[in-house]
């Protein structure tokens, strides 16, 4: 998410009123969470275990809970709690604005782009030409769709990252100030979500087909020409190459990577980041020849058992 203008460290350390480290003017363009930062970035950390991670990251910005060490061409902004600071940052630079009418005076809708009644188009959405929406869509704000889309009922695009941090009194909410970006010839089923990012983009990418009732996680980006069957769920922060696809049910866990070409089949869970142009089932999901000589020696497990003990 980048700022309306650039602002220095010392800026930044008034609004949240904290200590940092590193040159006042040091200059600061946006926020962004680990998985998608780049060079003038903050990005924010509040557990040991990450320190390094977003230290080492392009992020020229760190948002921490400790005193270190500060790197070279970098800038620290002490908070003792990083993850509201990050909070206050996303309200002030992307606040929440109402909407006023079913369609946003703002938002903008191409040639031959047909809008179905009872769609809700939020502030500054961007619609290409000879789209499709039918009844009871939502498309939240910010959200950038191309050309030849086509969006079926009940579909839910820009909803808030699912993204919480525990505390003692219940669960904080990390404010999602990213977008959703659907590119060219893009198919969604009827009643599919997909949530925007937390600061950067959910992209599906041209060319790819989700079926009814399909979830897309925050920051998550699909490539192109994938097809993903009916209740795929994939959580947030995956990459997903061209050219996959996965059957229904499929649930595919945060962070990870399917390899362009790969073919998951329905009900598997997958746990790790998979290579492409290979086939996989169950779960954990596995390469399905593998796993399928898993099954049949599962199979014939009591028969071997019953003649051991008869030998015996």
């Not at 040091?26 to 950390?45: L, M, P, Q, S, Y």
Request: with cysteine; aromatic share 8%.
């Amino acid at each position: 998410m980048k700022l309306s203008r650039p602002h220095s460290l010392e800026e930044i350390a008034q609004i949240l009123g904290c200590k940092f480290l590193g040159p006042a003017k040091h200059i600061i363009t946006g926020i962004n969470e680990i998985h998608v930062v780049e060079a003038g970035d903050i990005v924010f950390v509040d557990h040991p275990k990450y320190y390094n991670k977003a230290l080492d990251s392009a992020a020229t910005t760190i948002l921490i809970n400790k005193e270190v060490e500060v790197p070279e061409g970098k800038g620290l902004l002490i908070s003792d709690d990083p993850f509201r600071d990050f909070n206050i940052l996303t309200l002030r630079f992307n606040p929440f604005t109402a909407a006023t009418k079913a369609i946003a005076p703002s938002a903008q809708i191409g040639e031959g782009t047909i809008v179905q009644p009872n769609v809700f188009i939020g502030n500054h959405v961007k619609i290409g030409k000879n789209c499709l929406i039918h009844s009871n869509v939502s498309i939240y704000d910010n959200t950038v769709i191309d050309d030849d889309v086509t969006i079926h009922a009940n579909a839910v695009l820009g909803a808030d990252a699912f993204y919480y941090k525990k505390r003692p009194d219940g669960y904080d909410k990390l404010i999602s100030g990213g977008n959703v970006v659907i590119e060219n010839k893009v198919d969604i089923g009827a009643g599919s979500t997909i949530d925007r990012g937390v600061s950067g983009s959910t992209i599906i990418g041209e060319g790819s087909k989700l079926d009814n009732n399909v979830q897309i996680g925050h920051d998550t980006r699909i490539g192109k020409h994938c097809l993903f069957a009916s209740q795929v769920g994939i959580a947030g922060c995956v990459v997903v190459e061209d050219w996959v696809t996965l059957w229904g049910q499929v649930g595919v866990t945060s962070g990870i990577t399917i390899g362009k070409g790969a073919v998951v089949y329905a009900q598997s869970g997958v746990s790790k980041s998979l290579e492409g142009n290979k086939t996989y089932f169950g779960s954990p999901a596995e390469e399905a020849r593998k796993k399928y000589r898993e099954i049949a020696s599962i199979r014939i497990l009591p028969e071997v058992i019953e003649k051991l003990n008869f030998t015996e």
